[in-house]
């Protein structure tokens, strides 16, 4: 069976559970996880990508089979282009990458990421322009915490409940397209739509724009029998 896509993982130990990138039950298609060593999420998300030791990923990229291959992390934004060079099939670092071909004003999109500041700090030449509106996770919300301590246990049921409070409250009513950085947050499409009735960005949309038929449709429909 062809791999349909190849999966840079974070070496990271948290849930990964259906809807996120790095969990096999997101595909309708052969996916192949490689974990990179030492890329733990404190390493990764920086205000200075340029720092970031980028060697492993590009020693992984070089044994990935799959016909698309992608990051966990939207951090990685800043190294598109550098690891796009390495690879002759279609590369994705980050969902940011949709910014430049968004044809939406830059009022009315928006971002959901992880990390406002540290985004806003390291990556603010992607995003000028393009989008005017980022919110990040709050510090104490649950998802932020498993992610940033690695945490063995996730509530799902506490962590959507929580991303569409956020959403509801800060995501201003104008915007008609919201970007999600964060490759943890597609499992909870579902609860961020009922708050947002725009277009949504994400990993999976984009990998899918690579290469149709290779995301489960469950992962990409916004109805009320979707699985997420």
């Known amino acids: 069976m062809t791999t349909a896509l190849t999966v840079l993982q974070l070496d990271t130990c948290f849930p990964r559970v259906p809807g996120d990138v790095a969990c096999a039950q997101s595909y309708c298609a052969k996916v192949e996880i490689i974990r990179i060593p030492q890329a733990q999420v404190s390493n990764i998300v920086t205000s200075d990508p340029s720092c970031v030791d980028i060697a492993p990923f590009a020693d992984a990229l070089a044994q990935a ?4 291959i992608a990051t966990s992390c939207g951090f990685l934004a800043y190294w598109q282009q550098h690891l796009e060079a390495l690879t002759d099939r279609p590369f994705i670092a980050s969902a940011l990458n949709a910014l430049n071909r968004l044809n939406t004003p830059a009022d009315r999109t928006a971002i959901l990421t992880f990390d406002a500041d540290t985004l806003m700090a390291g990556h603010r030449a992607l995003i ?4 005017a509106h980022v919110v990040g996770l709050r510090p104490d919300m649950h998802l932020r915490e498993v992610i940033k301590q690695d945490a063995r246990a996730l509530d799902e049921t506490l962590a ?9 409250q800060s995501v201003p009513e104008r915007c008609n397209t919201l970007v999600l950085e964060c490759t943890n947050l597609p499992p909870y499409k579902k609860a961020i739509a009922d708050q947002f009735g725009g ?3 994400d990993i999976l949309t984009e990998i899918e724009h690579c290469r149709p038929g ?9 109805t009320p029998d979707a699985a997420l």
């Open 65 to 68: 089979r799959g016909e698309v």
């Open 128 to 131: 000028t322009g393009r989008a």
């Open 160 to 168: 959507a409940r929580e991303i569409a409070h956020l959403v509801a």
């Open 199 to 201: 277009q949504i960005i």
């Open 214 to 222: 290779t995301v489960a449709p469950a992962f990409l429909s916004l």
